[in-house]
DNA sequence: ATTAGCACTCATTGCTAAAGAGTGCTAACA
DNA sequence: TGTTAGCACTCTTTAGCAATGAGTGCTAAT
């Protein structure tokens, strides 16, 4: 593979990432400087064809990349390169001011990535599980009701309504309340034990019933969480792309969009050392999205709750670009602010 | 319009509503059994052409149904068959002891009607204008940070994190939330005016700011709220039907069904006077959705909170069938229980 | 090693003919 | 007078076929 190869075979890629069409040798010739006649080019076709990275979609018609090209490309070719400034600048502006919580930070990721990627935007948000209870509270709201209020570390906050007896008094509440966030917050919830639990229940002797309901709460709350960290919107942008101008394709995307547990699994199957992954077609696990290609990135959102931002596009992407995005992304959301 | 010619009409729809294909006078003589002949039937649709309830695609095709005639099958012809008991048991079941509060409700509902009818369905909740705010509380978090506490009547929370100065107790805020507890819970948000506003800042002289922040992000969590009233499922199922076998159709229409706003605006123009409504094809305002139809049911759940049910699909839907289903869900969201 | 030239391949486009579904009209019938 | 059989006519759909054109692979010349 000499640089005159990967030099044509970058070509072919960046020429059918943008047309979607199979490129012909003499459309290379002209447009990208190579100084090189078509004829030459065919000839290192036909090699790179024989090397596996490009092939035709029948005899006498262009090349298109094939999956280990578009491998190839991304590990020895593409550099990565700059944003564009206005690219760059809405996204840095975008950020700006308007993250108060989690929450916000990855609408604002999600809404950015879709609508500069044009291509649907995965966020997984960190598991609850990981997260630590940063304080309770309970309010009366009725006779017989309260309202619990869970904040977690990232100021998440969840809310959930709990009978208590009648003439349960304000101050029954804050008793049970202070018991549980002086032992119980700046914990994990998977750091819980029986020896903590049991202390908790001995401090409370007399409000078992409503201290069982109260911690079942919390748990259900912190668990039902985890199940609701998949973030997923830009779907029907995708559609304007020519590889979904089939509607049977569109449907199989579509339905495989809406299991949300898929998806979380292929972004959950964490990375390893690297800040970022690419998964080109037929290496992706799932049929339906044999001829999709996957970007994952890793993100510590200020410096502490770790989490990926993904991107599902055709193969034909623009892997470059979009990683830088994703970097640049990645930065915001560490950024302590 | 004599009732064989209604016969007639009928055996179009229902032919056309199964096959979506036009229809011959040849197919209605055999697989209904009128007792005429083709040539009859053919004087009788050309009749019913002249009259605007049928109309050919072209000279010489069968006929299929115009949206004239769609609605005199529905206002005449259309009666309410009772729901299959399968379908019944069904729904019955799915409601029995997992409705919790409202949004159980509607999301048992949503499914429900995902499910059977297999078009996508929608669910106005009531709107946040018409709820009273029940009661606000406030919780110190951190020294700036105040937790904002909002219930509304039909007890939906909202929380939202409020600045505030360093140093500010804890009975500052409770001082806050008492004026506006005393003065306006129990009110209708769109029942807030200047005296109302008036008389809490003249007793809270001295905390201005951050009771400006607190009742702009009341109303900002107010009015958000009535952004999202609107509850959408079952996309993806309504790409089974021929008609959207173009993708530009089901780009046009993803589309459309991604515009909350809009959706929320059909289904808000509420229902006068009767149960339901059906609006079809050109009947509907928005042209993306001039080929389908519409059916919206009201429903009061457990007597009190009013919204609407709704679904959109091909003008090709079985009208009866789906308004029975409507018509049960919204029985057992009426259900005290 | 590169390139010009040329025959060859195969999808795409346009055209025409045949098939088929369904109508509309006319004339016969009850 | 309403109903029906028969038949010509219309218009879409399908298949087949030739022309077009993009692009290759090979050969021979540079």
Not at 139 to 168: M, W, Y
Request: charged fraction near 30%; charge should be negative.
């Amino acid at each position: 593979m000499d640089e005159r190869k990967r030099k044509i075979l970058e070509a072919i890629i960046l020429d059918y990432i943008s047309t979607a069409e199979p490129v012909g040798s003499r459309t290379i010739s002209k447009k990208y400087d190579l100084n090189i006649s078509p004829a030459t080019i065919r000839n290192e076709m036909s090699d790179l064809e024989e090397m596996g990275y490009i092939e035709q979609p029948y005899t006498s018609a262009g090349r298109m990349p094939s999956d280990s090209g578009y491998r190839y490309y991304v590990d020895y070719i593409m550099k990565k390169n700059k944003l564009d400034d206005a690219v760059e600048r809405l996204v840095v502006s975008s950020f700006r001011g308007k993250i108060n919580k989690f929450d916000d930070a990855i609408a604002v990721s999600m809404e950015l990535i879709a609508r500069i990627t044009r291509y649907p935007s995965l966020v997984l948000a960190p598991g609850a599980e990981k997260l630590s209870l940063s304080m309770i509270r309970m309010l009366k709201v009725e006779d017989t009701k309260a309202l619990l209020i869970l904040i977690t570390e990232n100021r998440q906050v969840e809310n959930v309504f709990i009978d208590i007896p009648s003439g349960f008094l304000e101050s029954d509440l804050e008793l049970i309340t202070n018991v549980i966030n002086s032992k119980l917050s700046g914990k994990k919830i998977s750091d819980w034990n029986k020896t903590l639990i049991a202390e908790v229940y001995h401090e409370l002797l007399k409000q078992k019933e409503i201290l069982t309901a109260v911690l079942e709460a919390i748990e259900d709350r912190m668990h039902k969480n985890k199940e609701h960290r998949i973030h997923l919107t830009g779907l029907i942008q995708m559609l304007n792309e020519p590889e979904f101008h089939d509607v049977k394709k569109v449907r199989s995307i579509l339905a495989f969009f809406d299991d949300k547990k898929i998806l979380e699994n292929i972004l959950v199957k964490s990375l390893q050392d690297d800040d970022y992954e690419v998964y080109i077609g037929k290496e992706n696990e799932q049929d339906e999205i044999k001829d999709c290609s996957i970007i994952k990135r890793k993100y510590n959102f200020r410096g502490d709750l770790e989490g990926i931002l993904g991107i599902i596009g055709p193969k034909r992407m623009d892997y470059s670009g979009t990683i830088s995005l994703l970097d640049l992304i990645s930065d915001m959301l560490e950024q302590k602010k």
